[in-house]
């Protein structure tokens, strides 16, 4: 999952939150680096989402009591256009990841990388029905 998806699962809910639900159920397994909480803390201090200290802190714990945190083995130069987003890709490899879910249309622009499928919340939610 990218930030974008934490982030709305967070502050929105709907289908980013039905992807972190099936997580905390036990259906899926999702992964994260220490890359990925960095830019998702950054991204939710940003002002336009009202967010204290105490509410990132408290998001930033569940999803790492939740996920794999894992460190990328690998680094890609070859990936999204927009090079920020390649740690999404490079967690998904070391992952050995069938998914990258994502709200950002550079990944998603890409369909997939290798065996690693790129897709929306909801395009992921109808394939694990």
């Known amino acids: ?4 998806i934490f982030i709305s699962s967070f502050f929105w809910g709907g289908n980013p939150r039905k992807v972190l639900e099936r997580v ?13 909480l960095d830019e998702i803390n950054d991204v ?3 002002p336009k989402f009202h967010a204290d200290g105490n509410e990132i ?14 460190v990328s083995k690998r680094r890609i130069n070859n990936g999204s256009r927009d090079k ?7 967690c998904g490899i070391t992952a050995h ?9 550079h990944l998603l622009e890409m369909k997939k990388y ?6 929306t919340a909801k395009e992921y939610l109808e394939m694990t029905k």
Do not use: C, H, P, Q
């Open 1 to 4: 999952m990218d930030a974008n």
């Open 24 to 36: 905390i159920a036990g259906k899926d397994e999702i992964f994260i680096t220490k890359e990925i």
């Open 44 to 46: 939710m201090g940003r």
């Open 57 to 70: 802190n408290y998001f930033i714990n569940s999803i790492e009591e939740i996920a794999n945190k894992i």
């Open 84 to 90: 920020k987003d390649n740690k999404y890709i490079e």
């Open 97 to 105: 990841a069938d998914y990258i879910i994502s709200g950002d249309l």
């Open 114 to 119: 290798g065996n690693i499928k790129i897709v």
